[in-house]
């Protein structure tokens, strides 16, 4: 089993930047592809950012290309989101997730096990 909590939301003014970080436990989250998703108020989860089991290879939504920055640090068991020029439609809670065989996808299906998330509020 493995558990993923968030941490690093809050609220910003549009212009602003926040880092949010995922801890995992277990002992092969180096072997896990990870990812960021969103949810805003009476909107589906949406897929943000994703990282393969390396670091290597990452992948980004449209709408978040050039602003926001997927890492890992393997040896700590932490995936960060670096948001930068946030922008008032990034307002929404944002979960990590965990895709066990390591598979790059944009599927929220896909993904094996999910934080509880943490809430992002871009307002002036």
């Known amino acids: 089993q493995v558990q993923l909590v968030e941490s690093g939301g809050g609220l910003v003014l549009p212009g602003g930047s926040l880092r949010l970080s995922c801890a995992a436990s277990?002992?092969?989250?180096?072997?896990?592809?990870m990812a960021w998703f969103r949810q805003a108020p009476g909107k589906e989860r949406e897929f943000v950012a994703v990282i393969s089991w390396s670091g290597k290879s990452t992948h980004y939504a449209d709408s978040v290309e050039g602003r926001f920055t997927i890492s890992r640090d393997n040896a700590k068991n932490t995936v960060y989101l670096q948001m930068d020029s946030l922008k008032p439609e990034d307002t929404a809670v944002y979960y990590c997730?965990?895709?066990?065989?390591?598979?790059?996808?944009?599927?929220?299906?896909?993904?094996?096990?999910w934080g509880q998330g943490t809430q992002v509020t871009v307002s002036s």
């Open positions: 277990g002992r092969t989250f180096s072997t896990y592809a």
């Open positions: 997730a965990a895709e066990v065989t390591a598979f790059l996808t944009i599927a929220a299906s896909e993904y094996d096990y």
